[in-house]
């Protein structure tokens, strides 16, 4: 090869090098560039995040598992015949399975609060860091506002760190919140459905006025059950998680409409609803009911009863998160006729204390022009109804003061003597049919009075006695009427037992509960008077073998106590004597002077002549029967000066009823857990709206729990024979109204503080007590059990009973008793109906011809009294 050969060839070899050489790329370093910072950022992301879980993921709550899930639900509190009478909770939850929430309510949620939930992995990103940043701002600087950021899926984490860690930690204003409410949400998302947690946020969601979750708001702003909401309302339901007091549709209607608006909005933008749909649940009013206060509308002494009982035996942190569900023992037609019937009694007896006086006195026309200006404010264009109860101002007054003019709103009542006949001045010691006026005279123009609107002149009173025809007849006529009211000074209590069923059925413990919760039937300790007597006679006739037609001297005696000092001279209520009685009539009559002798000679028996070791014995014997209280150690006792409780002294009468078997009073029938699991049981074989599941139940346990024999069957049938006569012909006649037959005492103190009723039939016990709590003064020289407490009782008792027939109080055919008829003179066997009674008399007690069968008290330790 030449030598140009060669260098042509080289030349040629070295464009083809330059050829093959590659060319530099311009973009190819700026991208280097941007994937260092990226893997930069990565790490410092993967790093940052670390640091964040090593820092913050410490103690974070462990991720509740669906079947598993417990959060507080309320506790809710049954009559025995199922009608809801109260609930107890810290937050007012009602768990509703996934499956049951409308989808509709699901789609609205899920609009109004995080319309990529199904998509994103359970942290807005964005949202979180905009909202940390301007909390740190604020912190900072001091202005701006703090932010929240959060999906469904961190609220959901937010209420599981509120149940973890407490209110106060999980909702602090702080970005190491903002951040474990993050951590808290990835983990929820990597080991639930996006289901369960909407199953978990549904059922934890606050939706204002005491609603955790959709059941229980559904149930407090419609009264409905969550699966009949209709479009509109769940829209509405969705719209209030944001800010509930805000968008509240009791204070702020119209922002709950806009917010409603907005709901729908969103749902018809993602395809969720139709235009039709849409324009329909639009036009919707915003319509909801007022939270039920169910406790106090309904029977609060008993339901608060109930409630002291379950937290004394479970606990209160039991009672307000655990969702029981207690069935009580209270029938709720038998309840509504007990309060119905202690209010109306009060109201009578309070009458015939006297009048007090106004509520207030508006003396110039200024204050009375501006009361009535209020007034109309209140009333609107409202007429007056009959049967409400009204505020009105007298302002004026017929010159013969047979009518007063009483301004109610914008409308002018009439209210006429006849309505107002009690009102005289208070003086407890004159007899009220004897001081009831005839005129206005007692209201002055100006007086703010409480009066009772009614449909004519014959509703202008209730009382018989106060009816007058001469003040009916000027009764002016085409006018609204009232009649004069004024608050009860007095206290009242009822309580109702079932004895064979061991029911408590009813009971009312006070006038008003909003205004003392004090609980007279349970925590009132008060002097029976003569109520306590058949306890003292049942002793006798227990004890000492005494029978119906044992002779007792009703003759004066002075009981001197020299240790004390005291002389202590009992006396009849009329004050007289009869001389020799038999121990039914001397009951029958409540006679004092018989009960005391009795006493005393049971004392001296049980005490082998030692009477003070008697008294002991004798008030063994009556915490035997059932009362807790201790009988004053000196022979008052006999007449009741000893106080008991209404449900002790009902409960021993009970015992009586169920011939001497003296069993427990139950309360509360059932608990069940949240899980419908048993509790306790305490349901009677025979109850008829228990499930038969439970009766058996019931009755099986009742097998193992016979009760205690405290009175032979023999003495607790004459025990009820006594206080049958009592019904039949003695101080408790009235109550043969009730058209059943009954047996039972009266009972009333010294100056009649404390007035009693206590009575059954064959199936209901029922005791009503009328008195003042710190007794300021008596009720009434007149207001004994028989004329303040008999009353209450009866009207009880007529819508108790009514349409139940109740047997005659017969002994059982296997008893060893004999009836005979009985002299009441002499105690002999009677020859003729003159002058004598039919006796019950265990067999081989009753009296021979000769001689009548005698009990007395040696009267060597008393004062003779001519």
Known sequence: MTEATKNKTATEEGKLLLVNVPRKRWWKAPFK????????????????????????????????????????????VYTVDGVLAGEFYNERRKVVPYERIPKRLVQAFIAAEDADFFDHFGVDVIGTTRAAV????????????????????QQTAKAVLISAEGYKESTAKTIKRKLREALLARRLESELTK?????????????????????????????????????????????????????????????????????????????????????????????????????HQFAPFFTEETRRDIVERYGNKVLLNDGLKVFTTMDSEKQRAAQEAVLWGLLAVDKRQGYRGPVQQLKTKAEQDKFVEKSKKVMGDAEIEPGRYYVGLV??????????????????????????????????????????????????????????????????????????????????????????EQEPEPQ???????????????????????????????????????????????????????????????????????????????????????????????????????????????????????????????????KKLGFSTPLNPDYSAALGSSCVYPIELVGVYATINRLGLKKPTYFVRKIEDRFGRMVEDHTSFDDPWASLQDRLAGGYARMFEPGEQVLSPETAYLVTDLMRGVVQGGTGAAAQRLGKPAAGKTGTTNDSFDAWFTAFTRDLVTSAWVGYDLNPHPLGRYETGGRAALPIWLAYMMKALDGRQQPEFAPPPQLPLIQKRIDKKSGKIATSYKNSMQLWFKKGTEPEDSEPERGGVDSSSFLQVP
């Not at 790490?43 to 879980?53: D, K, L, Q, R, W």
């Not at 301007?134 to 469904?152: E, F, H, P």
């Not at 922002?255 to 749902?267: C, E, H, P, T």
Request: with cysteine.
């Open 33 to 76: 560039l941007f994937g260092f910072f990226v893997l930069c950022a990565a790490t410092a992301g993967v790093m940052g995040y670390g640091f964040v879980y090593w820092k913050y993921a410490d103690g974070l709550p462990d991720i509740p598992r669906v079947d598993e899930y417990r959060p507080p639900i309320l506790t809710e």
């Open 492 to 622: 009242a209590a009822i309580v109702s037992i079932d004895p064979h069923r061991q029911y408590l059925s009813a009971m009312v413990g006070g006038y008003d509960f909003d205004a003392n919760e004090f609980n007279r039937a349970f925590q009132a300790c008060r002097q029976p008077g003569s109520s306590f007597k058949p306890i003292v006679y049942a002793g006798a006739l227990e004890l000492m073998g005494w029978t119906e037609g044992t002779v007792i001297l009703d003759s004066p005696i002075v009981y001197d106590d020299p240790e004390n000092q005291n002389r202590w001279k009992p006396a009849n209520y009329d004050e007289g004597f009869k001389g020799e009685v038999l121990l039914k009539e001397a009951l029958v009559n409540s006679m004092n002077i018989p009960a005391v002798k009795t006493f005393i000679e049971l004392a001296r028996f049980l005490g082998k002549k030692n009477e003070v070791i008697g008294i002991k014995a004798i008030n063994d014997f009556a």
């Open 395 to 484: 302002t004026a007054k017929s010159k013969d003061e047979l009518v007063a003019d009483v301004t109610i709103g914008n409308k002018v009542a009439r209210l006429p003597a006849l309505a107002m006949r009690w009102a005289r001045e208070v003086n407890g010691e004159r007899y009220y049919p004897n001081v009831l006026i005839n005129t206005v005279k007692p209201l002055n123009i100006g007086d703010v009075v409480v009066v009772r609107a009614v449909k004519d002149k014959k509703s202008l009173t209730d009382d018989k006695e106060a009816w007058s025809d001469s003040l009916a007849e000027k009764v002016p006529e085409g006018v609204p009427l009232v009649r004069l």
């Open 134 to 153: 301007k909390t740190a701002l604020k912190k900072v600087s001091g202005k701006g506002k703090v932010q929240g950021g959060s999906t469904i899926t």
């Open 195 to 295: 289901e369960e947690i909407l199953y978990l946020y549904l059922n934890n969601v606050y939706l204002g006025h005491h609603s955790y979750g959709v059941q229980s708001a559904a149930e407090n702003y419609y009264r409905k059950d969550v699966k009949d909401l209709s479009l509109a309302e769940m829209a509405l339901l969705a719209g209030l998680p944001q800010a509930p007091s805000n968008y509240s549709p009791f204070t702020a209607p119209e922002k709950a409409k806009k917010r409603r608006q907005y709901v729908l909005g969103q749902m018809k933008e993602k395809g969720m609803i139709t235009q039709a749909e849409f324009d329909e649940a639009s036009k919707a009013e915003v319509s909801v009911y007022a939270v039920e206060d169910v406790f």
